[in-house]
Every structure is written in C-alpha cells, then in structure tokens.
C-alpha cells in the first residue's frame, strides 16, 4: 500500500455492541482481517459501547463469539468503556487548547443537559482520499460546531474513534458506506489533537434484490449471522460468500478457503455500487464446501441433523443405523445445507426407512389394473425371486438383474409400482431395488409379505 509500505499495517474493527452481530459486520470484519492477514499487520477488535443505554453484555457477547465461529480471530481486544480516562484527558486538552468548549444549552425537552462539549468548527473543505471511493470532498460549515462529549467523562462516538484509532496507530480504517458522512467530523477532531489521518476504505452497503439496505427492520433474522449458523451452514462457506459482497478476484473463480482469499484478496478491487445479497448464492457455495469435506465428517453431520428431527424425537422411533447409513448419500445429494436434513426428516421423506408403511390395496395397485389378482400374483412371484438372492449379494445391482425381466414381461407398472408402494407407502420414493438395499433382505420381504396378506384379504 504506497506510502505505507514501510510500517505496521494496523486495522480495526469497531462493532458497537447494540444489536446481535449483523452479516453486514461479519463481512466488514473479514475485509479487514483479510487485509491485516494479507499485509501481515494487526487486526484490532474495539467494542464501541460508550452508548450505555443501548449498549449490552450480551450482544457483546453474540458478537465475539459468532466472529470465533467464523474463524475472525482478533490480535488485540478494547472495549471504550474500559477507556474513560483516555478520553477525558483529550477532551480536556482540546478545552485548553480551544479547539472545543463548553457550551452552555438551553434544554427544551425534559432531560436534556445545561451544557455540553461542542468541537469549535474551523468551517474548510475536507478532501480526503478514499480506497474504494476515489477523492472525496465536503465542505464542514454546515456542520456547525457539533457535539463531541456530554461531558468530559462522556465521550460520544466521534471523539472516541478519534482518539482510540491515533491511540492504537490504526494506519487503515475499512468500514461501511455509512460512515462516509462521519469521516469529515473526525479528520476535523484529528486535525485538533494532531493526530496522522489514516487511510480510509468505505465498503460497499449490502442490500436485499429491490436494493433496499439490509436492515433487521425490513429483514428480520436474515440479517443475523446466528440464523445461518442454526441453519447449519458451514462457517467457510460463510466467509466465502461474504468475501464476494463487495469484491470479485477479477476472474471466475468463486470458490475458495479463507487462506485462498487472503493470498487474492486486495482492497483495490472493491466494488463502489451495493451488493446484493442472494441467498440463492450463498447455499450454492455452501453446497460447494459441503463436497468438499471428508465422507466421515459429512456422515457424522447427516446423523447429528437427523437426530434433531422433531418427527424422531416425539415418536420415539428407534432408527436402525445400517438403513440410515444407507440413505445418507441419498439425503447429502438433495441438501446443500445441514438443516435441511432434519427438515426432510421432518416432512416425512423419508418416512419409508423410519417406519413401516401404512396403505391399502388399491394403492398397491398399479392404476392400468382393473383388479387386484395380478398385483397379487406379482408380489409372490418377487418374493420368491427376491428370496433366492443369497444376503451378501444383495445390491440393487442384483435385485434388479433378477427383477427385471419378469417386470418387462409382465408389465413394467403392474410389476415395478407395487412393490415400491410395499416398500416405501408413498406416491414417490427412490426406485424399488434402491429401496430394498436400504432396508435390507429381511425388512425387504417382511414388507412384501405384509402386502402379500393385504391383498389376499381383499380376494
Ligand atoms: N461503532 C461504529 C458502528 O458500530 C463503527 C465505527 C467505525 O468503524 O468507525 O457502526
């Protein structure tokens, strides 16, 4: 980075701790340690909860820990409450130097103070050079001579984040669009208590697909990190799609481990316009990371997701582990994030390994038959096939070779639908060779033979 090349990079991120963490803060956090990581400078985590009202221990704390989650791992750690002392010193140096004073205010509103600090406004033009924005200009007049403390021992944010990033030689502030307004009041603040002017990033905003901001208001939980870590996305994954909210590598790739990013990763290339945020997106690169994890730990996560179903929990089923070791791929295949495991389970998908099937005979029967004798008479036929397949060769490979061409003779339909209603009681399953590898020879022909007695009863 030009100039700065000779000295410690040193960023920060200064989340205020009013709300759980926000995705929106999440991907700033990872620009900023994707270019301390880069630069191999330091990456400053600063609580900002001088607003005590509005300030809590808890959203601090959903903040810290969903950054670990992701693997946004701070070199050092502030909290501006803990800082008090810093900032009086300042406020009451500038009162001596006179670039700020007390004001005396006529209160007009119940609670209000009879005097505040204001910053004594010099009214110039602010030209500061912005890495994503190019050259901005304001002029600070009609900013008159803002508010900077309640009080001497009551900082408000301007002069907090002044006086904390001079303190803590922050040489990059990479932030959201939103403080771009901010930035002139705070060169001015800097300017009085003659601190260096870091270099400014202002990261795109992030904003749903009518370009509306993403606010907790408007989206609700779509805007918390903790609904995505519930969902079970992978925390990776996460990262991934937050790198590209904003900034592209230049080429098409879109897959990539936070130490890939990092190597790739340049401020220079972040976008000016929003991004939006397509969750569409987000579960297709999940799916992505989901490949490629090992088999053991994808099948550890299915069984895990499974057991959270509520279907399984209230009835208490009794889930044989060979027949779910079975439908494992077949589940992996249709999710691309963990919870919809359980949300399969729960709609009842995947019922047929779960329990056993509840139908009549007309739904045994394939809808060209005008009676049940030859669905009859095909389900005893398949068991006595099925029966002559020795156990260790029971694949779907094999069933089918020795199903087959009795069903081509007889009718696909009329041989192939009865037999996966047995197995499976649905309108819709896997194939019936798939269906009676997961259940096994023995559950296989106990089902056959329960739709065998069904259809006799209706003779
Ligand atoms: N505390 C501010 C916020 O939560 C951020 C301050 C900054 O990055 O300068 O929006």
Redesign the pocket.
């Known amino acids: 980075m030009s100039k700065d090349t000779d000295k410690k990079i040193v960023v920060r991120m200064?989340?205020?701790p009013t709300g759980n963490l926000h995705i929106g803060t999440a991907r700033t956090t990872l620009y900023n340690f994707l270019f301390a990581k880069k630069y191999g400078g330091k990456f400053i985590l600063r609580i900002?909860d001088t607003d005590k009202e509005r300030s809590t221990k808890e959203f601090e704390e959903n903040i810290l820990t969903g950054l670990l989650w992701l693997g946004l791992q701070h070199d050092e750690f502030y909290r501006q409450s803990e800082r008090g002392d810093i900032y009086v010193d300042y406020v009451k140096r500038m009162i001596e130097n006179g670039s700020a004073y007390i004001s005396k205010e006529t209160p007009t509103e119940p609670g209000q103070r009879e005097s505040v600090v204001r910053f004594k406004n010099p009214n110039k033009k602010i030209t500061f050079n912005d890495l994503i924005r190019g050259e901005v200009t304001f002029d600070t007049t009609e900013l008159l001579d803002f508010v900077i403390a309640r009080s001497p021992e009551e900082p408000l944010?301007h002069l907090a984040?002044v006086v904390d990033d001079h303190e803590m030689k922050v040489t990059h502030?990479i932030?959201g669009d939103d403080?771009i307004s901010n930035t002139p009041r705070q060169i001015l603040i800097q300017e009085a208590i003659g601190a260096k002017r870091p270099e400014y990033a202002h990261l795109p905003l992030i904003v749903d697909s009518s370009r509306a901001k993403l606010s907790k208001r408007k989206h609700g939980a779509v805007v918390w990190l903790d609904t995505y870590k519930e969902e079970g996305y992978q925390p990776e994954a996460l990262l991934n799609y937050f790198s590209l909210l904003g900034w592209n590598p230049g080429d098409d790739r879109e897959i990539f481990t936070l130490d890939e990013i990092t190597q790739i990763f340049d401020i220079l290339r972040v976008q000016k316009g929003s991004a939006v945020f397509d969750v569409l997106k987000l579960k297709w690169i999940n799916k992505e990371h989901l490949k490629r994890l090992p088999l053991d730990v994808v099948n550890s996560e299915i069984k895990n997701w499974i057991n959270k179903s509520l279907r399984i929990k209230n009835e208490g089923v009794d889930v044989d582990e060979g027949r779910i070791e079975k439908i494992i791929p077949i589940i992996f295949e249709r999710i691309s994030v963990w919870g919809e495991v359980t949300q399969l389970i729960d709609n009842g998908e995947f019922d047929y390994v779960l329990r056993t099937p509840k139908y009549t005979a007309r739904d045994l029967t394939w809808k060209g038959e005008k009676d049940f004798a030859n669905t009859l008479r095909h389900i005893e036929r398949v068991i006595i096939l099925l029966t002559d397949i020795p156990e260790n060769d029971w694949t779907a490979d094999k069933i089918k070779e020795v199903v087959w061409p009795y069903a081509e003779s007889e009718g696909k339909g009329s041989v192939l639908w009865p037999i996966r209603y047995a197995l499976s009681g649905m309108q819709k399953s896997p194939d019936p060779f798939t269906l009676a590898t997961i259940l096994g020879k023995e559950e296989t022909l106990k089902r056959l033979s329960a739709a065998n007695d069904i259809l006799k009863n209706e003779k």
């Open positions: 200064a989340p205020s900002e944010y984040v502030v932030r403080h």
